[in-house]
């Protein structure tokens, strides 16, 4: 049986460290938010209407996509976008 100690047979993230990436993410998700409404308009010329709407974004490419993160991290990082570390 595999326990929490057994580090060397892990194949998983540990808790500490989902834990972490949990965290980044709730610290980021309104610049994510931001981020996206800015390049939909920007770059995709999306209307007004998205960049005012009170629809959450990010949810809908949340349940549009199963990459949704690396999609999201490429469009604002390549719209010259940036998120902030937890350090």
Known sequence: MVKP??????????????????????????????????????????????????QPLLDAVRSSFPDWLERTLRIIYNSGGALMALY
């Open 5 to 54: 100690s057994d580090t060397d047979s892990e194949d998983y993230p540990c808790l500490q460290t989902m834990l972490r990436w949990l965290a980044w993410l709730n610290f980021n998700l309104a610049n994510m938010e931001g981020s996206l409404r800015r390049a939909s308009q920007d770059i995709l010329r999306m209307g007004k209407e998205l960049l005012f709407s009170s």
